[in-house]
């Protein structure tokens, strides 16, 4: 992490330990193995305690790169946008549904 923080440094970046997280990433047997380990990282003077899910540029990442997380949340999403629809559709003729279905 001095590393990081050095070549952060370099080109005049700050590393916000604050919003930093830190996932390990592996198979289900060798995370186990892991479990009893101080997996922690230390910069500067914060410590940052391993996450199990972390966000990458909006992605939902967990420790065994399944995506779960990701596509739960993105699937809550969609039945969130989809349900003002439906009751839209009840209050529009069978004309207006079948000219928008043709316009996708």
């Known amino acids: 992490m001095a590393d990081v923080q050095a070549w952060c440094a370099s080109r005049r970046l700050q590393l916000n330990a604050v919003k930093t997280e830190v996932i ?3 198979t289900c047997g060798p995370l186990q193995q892991l479990a009893g380990e101080d997996l922690s990282v230390t910069i500067g003077s914060e ?3 391993p996450s199990t ?3 990458d540029l909006g992605v939902l990442i967990d420790s065994e790169l399944t995506l779960q997380k990701h596509v739960s949340r993105l699937a809550s999403s969609c039945f969130y946008q989809l349900r003002p629809l ?3 559709r009840s209050r529009v003729s069978q004309a207006v549904c079948h000219q928008s279905t043709r316009l996708l």
């Open 24 to 26: 390990w990433i592996g």
């Open 47 to 49: 410590t940052i305690p």
């Open 53 to 55: 899910v972390v966000r």
């Open 86 to 88: 439906r009751q839209v």
